[in-house]
């Protein structure tokens, strides 16, 4: 059972940056892809990023195309998600995902929660 924790959200103004982590407890080459997806109050949990493990190529939401930018860690053995330009509408708990099987994510972390104050 692969255990996932997200680290790095909090309290920014409009237009600041945060960098979110995702810790998974097997090294990370063995999980693919891994992605970020985020839920806002009273919202459906929406897709953010997605990064594959063989050649770290990303897949990102349009809203967040051009601001946000999915990573990998190989030293840290992290996934990290930096975002720039952050705007009150990307205020919502991001979670961090792993592995995904016959359409369906089968890893999640706990969450983070993201607040973005205009």
């Known amino acids: 059972q692969v255990q996932l924790v997200e680290s790095g959200g909090g309290l920014v103004q409009a237009g600041g940056s945060l960098k979110l982590s995702c810790a998974p407890s097997?090294?990370?080459?063995?999980?693919?892809?891994m992605g970020w997806f985020r839920q806002a109050p009273g919202k459906e949990r929406e897709f953010v990023a997605l990064?594959?493990?063989?050649?770290?190529?990303?897949t990102y939401a349009e809203t967040v195309k051009g601001r946000f930018t999915i990573s990998r860690d190989n030293a840290k053995n992290t996934v990290e998600l930096q975002m720039h330009d952050l705007q009150p509408a990307d205020t919502a708990v991001y979670y961090c995902?792993?592995?995904?099987?016959?359409?369906?994510?089968?890893?999640w972390g706990q969450g983070t929660q993201v607040t973005v104050s205009s």
């Open positions: 990064i594959h493990w063989s050649d770290a190529s990303a």
């Open positions: 097997q090294r990370t080459f063995l999980i693919s892809p």
């Open positions: 995902a792993a592995d995904v099987r016959a359409g369906a994510w089968q890893y």
